[in-house]
């Protein structure tokens, strides 16, 4: 079992939305699994889903995330056409990346206004690629 970041159980984490290589929503969520929550316990997807705006620190942090998976949604690289990268704080209060996902079945456009233009745009031409 691989060791987790203390602070996902308190402070939550942040998803940085990533379409085309551009960031046009980020989102915020409280912790999915608090401090003594039992495994089996019931649990809310994206508690208290807010808004976010990506510090220089975290999006450095995701870019290098982007970076080490191939294909990925970089500025100026060969493109996915959507990925999402999720960070959390490190026991030093730095962003650290959790996980890429280059696959999401909630893209959360409501959390930034005029997000749907771009990633419709970048949806047609993925799809016309294909």
Same mark, same amino acid.
């Given at each position: ?9 308190? /402070? ?9 290589? %551009? !960031? ?9 699994? +608090?401090?003594?929550?039992?495994? @089996?316990?019931?649990?809310?997807? %994206? ?14 942090? /995701? ?14 690289? /060969?493109?996915?056409? %959507?990925?999402?990268? @999720?960070?959390?704080?490190? @026991? ?14 909630? !893209?959360? !456009?409501?959390? *930034?206004?005029? +997000? ?8 047609? *031409? /993925? +799809?016309?690629?294909?």
């Amino acid at each position: 079992m691989r060791p987790s970041a203390r602070g996902i159980g308190t /402070a939550g984490e942040r998803a940085l939305r990533f379409f085309g290589g %551009h !960031l046009p929503n980020a989102g915020r969520e409280g912790a999915v699994v +608090a401090s003594g929550t039992p495994c @089996d316990q019931r649990k809310t997807a %994206h508690p208290g889903l807010t808004p976010w705006t990506a510090s220089p620190a975290e999006l450095d942090v /995701a870019q290098r995330v982007l970076a080490a998976v191939p294909g990925a949604a970089v500025p100026g690289t /060969a493109e996915l056409p %959507h990925a999402r990268v @999720d960070l959390v704080d490190g @026991d030093d209060g730095q962003p650290r990346g959790r996980e890429p996902e280059p696959v999401e079945p909630r !893209l959360f !456009l409501f959390l *930034r206004t005029g +997000a749907m233009p771009r990633v419709v745009d970048v949806i047609i *031409r /993925a +799809a016309a690629v294909r």
